[in-house]
């Protein structure tokens, strides 16, 4: 890992899944098993898996704070190191294995239907990382709508 790059490798109960990998700094597509160069950022790192037969796999992976770069850049850099790291993503960090599961999808007629949407936290949490999902394109507004209801029931 070097500045604000690193790689992540995500897996799949089934090999050959698409996963795109998305935040603001941009959009990464990897097939199971394998890995992406991803751009760090603040924002979590949303990942959908897809596979034909199954149901897609969605999760809103979060960025975590490097707290060793960030005291190192405050004592050598001064404020505006720090400042310039977390702009450009590289105060941060996601984890570098991400798994997730597909269900097999048993109504060949509706192909493609999304699974329940992994997240974490409390329930704020939880919604902030939906919306987070649906700006981002992760989720259709379908998708959106029927996961924050589960939630808020």
């Known amino acids: ?6 790689p992540i490798n995500v897996a799949t109960n089934v090999s050959n899944a698409k996963c795109t990998l998305t935040n603001e700094k941009g959009s990464w597509t990897v097939q199971t098993p394998g890995s992406a160069v991803v751009t760090n950022s603040r924002e979590n790192l949303s990942v959908r898996c897809e596979k034909n037969g199954y149901q897609s ?3 809103s992976v979060p960025s975590k704070h490097k707290d060793s770069a960030t005291w190192g850049n405050v004592v050598l850099g001064g404020g505006i190191g720090y400042i310039w790291d977390r702009k450009t993503g590289a105060a941060f960090i996601y984890p570098s294995t991400i798994n997730l599961t597909l269900i097999k999808d048993d109504n060949s007629t509706t192909s493609n239907q999304t699974s329940d949407v992994k997240l974490s936290g409390s329930t704020v949490e939880q919604l902030k990382q939906l919306n987070d999902l649906f700006k981002s394109g992760v989720l259709t507004e379908e998708e ?3 996961a924050k209801k589960k939630l808020l029931n």
């Open 1 to 6: 890992m070097s500045g604000n790059n690193q």
């Open 144 to 146: 959106f709508t029927k």
């Open 57 to 59: 796999a969605i999760v």
